[in-house]
């Protein structure tokens, strides 16, 4: 299989997701060009961020980043340490070399576009470190991206619907699971659609 069999699948998707599940391998890497050079919204995570940092390529106007700080760090040639000792500037940098928007993951996420706009919530719950709710995040903001959002609005609006889903659900004392999210997710979404609309 080749990236190339995937060409009629890109053009008939309006939003991409991309990363989870792709893996390191030739593959994955022969897939990051197609995709980069598909002019529509997209979401880039995980291994799409991993394979980012070392294949470095222009994304389409309109796309997402959702690193987390080590992924960030990778993308940015730093440590950890340095992106957690200025997550502000470190989504910002984000922003502005991948001209996109970025959603610097972790305890108090923070948003930020490539004009240094950068928004911070402070909602979530710590049970939300779990494996998979960060898969989930990124197809809240593929899907709020294919309703018509902007990429700023699609990410601000996601990283919040997607904190206080664990904020809801993470006070019941138990862990999280991704699946636990989405139904949560939809009860916020009909309960706020006056301000949505």
Do not use: F
Not at 63 to 69: G, K, R, V
Not at 157 to 169: F, I, K, N, Q, S
């Amino acid at each position: 299989e080749s990236a190339n069999q995937l060409i009629g699948v890109l053009e008939r998707a309006s939003v991409l997701v991309v990363g989870p599940g792709l893996g390191q391998a030739a593959w994955g890497r022969s897939l990051l060009s197609a995709v980069a050079n598909a002019e529509r919204p997209q979401v880039w995570d995980a291994d799409a961020l991993n394979l980012l940092a070392r294949t470095p390529l222009a994304l389409p106007s309109g796309s997402i980043l959702t690193p987390h700080p080590g992924e960030a760090a990778r993308l940015l040639g730093i440590s950890t340490e340095a992106v957690q000792a200025d997550r502000p500037g470190a989504a910002r940098k984000l922003a502005r070399r991948y001209a996109s928007v970025c959603v610097l993951k972790g305890a108090g996420t923070l948003v930020a576009d490539p004009a240094g706009q950068l928004a911070l919530c402070e909602r979530g719950h710590p049970a939300m470190a779990g494996a998979g709710l960060g898969d989930v995040l990124t197809g809240v903001l593929a899907a709020l991206l294919a309703q018509g959002l902007d990429a700023w609005s699609a990410a601000s609006l996601g990283v919040w619907l997607h904190a206080c889903a664990g904020e809801r659900l993470g006070v019941k004392g138990r862990g999280l699971a991704a699946s636990d999210l989405a139904p949560v997710i939809r009860e916020l979404l009909e309960e706020h659609s006056a301000c949505l609309a």
